[in-house]
């Protein structure tokens, strides 16, 4: 074990399962000599030449249905969207076509494409650069989707990424690519629909998507501190969404608070929050209490896109509402 | 009618002409189907523009990729796909090409190089200019042809991937089906300047043909098929058509976006089964007795695949929740 | 009072608003003497003249982008979007220009504008031309979005629509267009965020959208027969959610069941039936059940599209059981 | 420098020069609060295309609208805002033009007829045909500038919108500033063939002009702006400009995609701001002791609207939530 930072962790990925299968390309702007302006790539061009890493014009739509037309037909390209506000662009190839094709097909035509992209505000981007669309892509079926939590996750799910024979869309949190966390020097791979288990509990289970589940550890150690013995759980792909860990733990804790950097209001709390709803109702002591970003654009003013995310203070104060078997929203 | 290369491939010819008698004859079945309520849902037919499928497919190998639209029966039989699994897929049909599961503007038939028809208008230019990209990049000297129509060039992602196509020197043709409407609306009401213009203005080398003629559409698509293979492509090709029935197969009354006249008069002097069928006659390849023969043998087949659809059994209801997702390794 | 189609109340409201306020215009694709497909509008072009019922190319992106410039400059454009699939070709300009400028400007540029499109199954039209994506847009902010339910719904949402200051997207039920139902001779507005009780009852709260709400009210008869009283209501819009009007009947009936013909994960079920087990916790018998569309991108077999959409005996099926007291996911 | 109509309008030509050297100014302070670390988030300099926003600004009125770009600070001067709020708003602070919501990539002002940055590369090229459509049909003769890098073209939407705009013939003028580069990235390698074919295969007419030369921008405008009133729209112009800084003011090394030679060159031969002032010391309009002072004068507005602006109040957190919808009636 080392420790290596999130971007780095992305670059072994892709260039180790590159040397492995000559079929995967890379696609993207910027993504060559500048190895995309977070500078995640760096280096792969210099490896792999530029007729594996491929510098596109500023045409969203088109490299989006160009990967999934090369994936049709015997390779595995993995699309670089620059910013994850830029889904909006490639909704219709990513969503009319890549995600349908394989079933419209009757199981003929695969399209194993990868979508990396990143999610995340408070980096004072403004409302067309800061979103966390997570959810717009979980709700279509037959996407995969996948929101690494560290530098470990960002490599071992990126190499299962690239090897799923389906569309997978990879969101990276872009305030993470520095943060640094051990990763083995060995190859590894992160099976899809695998919870994990970030650190163990028994009064309340804190569920948390990407950066969230440092928000959720950190409230964790807060209420530690206050006698209060919180489980973090990291779904690590929200398509397929491993029910069965939430629900353990939700059994045992009997209660859960799910956290996520999406928009509330019709994103993936909802679903997550429901599912524990419906599958453990009985085990529950309070309602599944979800924390997801404001129902704003994300604005640029520091002293505003600051409040419109979850923090480790407010999730600990949810929870200790939680345990005091407050009902607050209860009427 | 262009006459080079008269009589030097009977064969040829005639495989040209019983194609094209079967997409017609596909068509006029699928059209029965709907009228007769047997067939689900609504779909548009190719009839009239026979010689732009046959003459553009017949130029390919059976790797070549096509790329399809919305109104893709034509293409479909003419990369060489079978009526039986067609019209099981138009009926909703086990059997069908997708087992049902896509239907008419679905239809893939992915052994003989078809990706796909796609119900978004435009929406397969980009998986067309990709099978290119994948082809070139993987060794294969295969080409790709896309399909679209007049309308299709309303839509920006054209202009992107043909961008890129030139930019990388893909191994794809685009071939516009200028059929002169889109839905209901003619062609001069939503594409303004010249769709060949906007292919060269991307350095894309541009040609109009009158898609009526299958050996002049044959002929253009061969040279251009060998040059794309040496990695001389993109190319653009407009070629002139036209639909003789409605938009899709309900819509009827169609007086108020063209006229009755109009219609009779393309099926009259300009319909691509009869003046080929002439040629072949005057050429001294098949007599018309021949000729007759070849449509019968059609006609027989088309109406045999169709009572086999007909009570071809439907994909059982757990298969609704197969392929959402591939398997992997 | 007269009966009318569905389609012909969206076709008054947009003809009476458009005589009342000159800076509306509405733009699309084989709008004008086609009238759409579904032949909607038929009659407008020949009242409003083609400066003001737009016929354009085949071009969403196009169209929906020169509506939102128009909508900031005096204008009060109505999109015409034919399938609600084709939403995915928008989102950009819907939800990254749209939905934001209001809030990005703050407060300065209003973008008022209607999108309206439709949602549906069944219509053997297969995965490209059958989708239910209201629950995308409801996850923006910025974006209202109504779903009528009947003719009487579809005129009064639409002119509320047409009046708002924001951005509104509104899905018609593309099966639901030759229904006919009651609707006043006089003009008639019904105002955002207010739910409608389409039927009362005691014993379980039936929360259907669009179309779903006559599959509510058919199984609310079924159950009615069996001695089981159902209520039904209609939120209308989902953006704004009316929460109270639900949660009061939640209160009453200590059961509910979200019917939607979305997919069900990620979808907007998820979110309902959240916020009902977050505020009326207490008052609940059982878990909120949610029906959704199954999560299978259309087939085209209508052997196997029939299967994919909740209907009224499976409804009632639920209902059942939650009268039962059967929690049946409860392990 | 073109010449035509030297001396016929001092004042103008003045307010030219002043504009242009407002916006370095400007530019200069913005690049300083972020090597301080005293702006949040990244921005994009417009120094060195200045000749290109005031060329063309100068030829609009205060009705007339522009759409602006991540590169935005240069049209916003240009089209008439005020240092104070400009600055407030890169800072985040509530006396912003946008109350600090929108911050450098969204910087509008209505008032002045800007409508607004826009973060998405050629995100804002229907909101500005849009504009001009709603101009035209309400009887307003209002023009639209749509501004946009040599990247932006790369993305379908533009050809969606030009075909519109050709078809109905809107009072809109596609300004293509051609700066180069897209971000890391020369223009070579990402737009295959001609811009300006592009747009005249729609029918729209075309030019090409130098971007550092204020006057023959300005005098290219006047025409095209007169002729789009008249409804003879819509327009589209290259200008070849280039930018000083790198992409963003992080983009710091940068000569791995070009070189400090090509950069010096710019700055030396065809500075926008020295050539014009040059030329209007040498027709009399102005002395350098004038230049000078118009100088030295911005550059004190400048430095105070940044003092005011560092000073200035954030808004209330409970601002996050106003705005996300406009109230109605
Ligand atoms: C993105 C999209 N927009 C609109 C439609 C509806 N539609 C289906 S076919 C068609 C006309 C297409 O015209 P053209 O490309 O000329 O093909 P043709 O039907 O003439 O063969 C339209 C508008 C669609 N399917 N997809
Ligand atoms: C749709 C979209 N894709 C990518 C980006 C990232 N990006 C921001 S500016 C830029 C380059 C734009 O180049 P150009 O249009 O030439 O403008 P310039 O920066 O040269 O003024 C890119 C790729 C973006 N903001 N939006
Ligand atoms: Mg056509
Ligand atoms: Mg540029």
Redesign the interface.
Known sequence: MRDITLSKAVNEAIAEEMRRDP?I?LIGEDVAEAGTPFKVLSGLVEEFGP??IID??I?E???????????????R?IVDLMFGDFLFLVM??LC??AAK??????????V?LVLRTNLGATRRSAAQHSQSLHALVAHI??L?VAMPSSAYEAKGLMKTAI????PVVIFEDKLMYNDKSPVPEGEYLIPFGQANIKREGTDITLIGTSSMVQVAERAAELLAAEGISAEVIDPRTIVPLDEETILRSVRKTSRAIVIDEGHQSYGITGEIASRIMEKAFYHLDGPVIRMGAMDVPVPFSPALEDVTVPTPEGVAENARRLMRGEMFHAA | MNTAKARTNSEDYLRMYRQMVRIRSFEDNANQLYLSAKM???THMYSGEEAVAVGICEALRVTD?I?STHRGHGHCVAKGAEFRQMFCELL??EE???????????I?D?ANGN??A??????????????????K??GRDDV?VCFFGD??T???????????A??WKLPVIYACENNLY????KVE??????IT??A?????EAFTVDGQDVLAVNDLTQKLVARARKGEGPFFVELMTYRYHGHHVGDINRE??RSKEEEADWKANRDPITNFGKWLATEGIATDAELEAIRAEVKADAAAAVDYALAAK??D?S??????????G
Request: glycine share 18%; hydrophobic share 35%.
């Open positions: 079929t390309f007729e594996r596109t014009p045409a739509p088109g490299f989006m249905g160009i990967a999934v037309g090369a994936a049709m037909t015997g390779s390209p219709d190839q009319n076509q094709t394989h079933y419209m097909s009757g199981g003929k035509l695969n194993p079926p037959g995969k090897r799923d024979n389906n | 689900p849902g609504l990729k790329t909703g049909k069908g090409y997708c087992r049902g599961k896509g239907g008419s503007m679905h893939a992915q990706l796909g796609n119900a978004i208008v435009g929406g397969s230019m980009g998986i067309a200019t990709g099978a290119a990209l994948s082809a990049r993987l790709t309308g299709a309303a839509q920006g992602l054209m202009y992107e991937v043909m961008n890129m030139a930019l889109g839905e209901y609306t009401e939503t594409a303004a300047g010249s213009a906007r060269e203005a991307f350095g894309i108020y976006y439907y994909p209801t298969e609704v929740g197969m392929h959402v997702y591939a398997a992997n």
